[in-house]
Nanobody
């Protein structure tokens, strides 16, 4: 069974940091691209960051560039999202997603991912 589990969410003050983790099971993790998306109440799900299957190929939404860092640990079947200098507008449910076929140019598109986790809540207070 393919499974993605997010963890690390919580409540933090503006300017603080959180580290999210996405742990995978049931598939050959190193063959999959992993993306992070978030959804705030009343808003559409939006792309945050992604790590392709190719080492060093990562992309970020402009809104998080320079503040968030995505990293992969294939030995632990995990992808992490280090979030620094958090802002209230970063609040939302954060989801990780996986795809074995998505290409780098399409990794911002949520429809390109075949597997999704249940999400973890991030709340940034002002």
């Amino acid at each position: 069974e393919v499974k993605l589990v997010e963890s690390g969410g919580g409540l933090v003050q503006a300017g603080g940091s959180l580290r999210l983790s996405c742990t995978a099971s049931g598939f050959a993790f190193d063959g999959y691209a992993i993306g992070w998306f978030r959804q705030a109440p009343g808003k559409a799900r939006e792309f945050v960051a992604a790590d392709s299957r190719t080492k060093g190929a990562t992309i970020y939404a402009d809104s998080v560039k320079g503040r968030f860092t995505i990293s992969r640990d294939n030995a632990k079947n995990a992808v992490h999202l280090q979030m620094n200098s958090l802002k209230p507008e970063d609040s939302g449910i954060y989801y990780c997603a996986a795809s074995s076929t998505i290409i780098l140019s399409n990794m911002r598109n949520s429809r390109g991912y075949s597997h999704w986790g249940q999400g973890t809540q991030v709340t940034v207070s002002s």
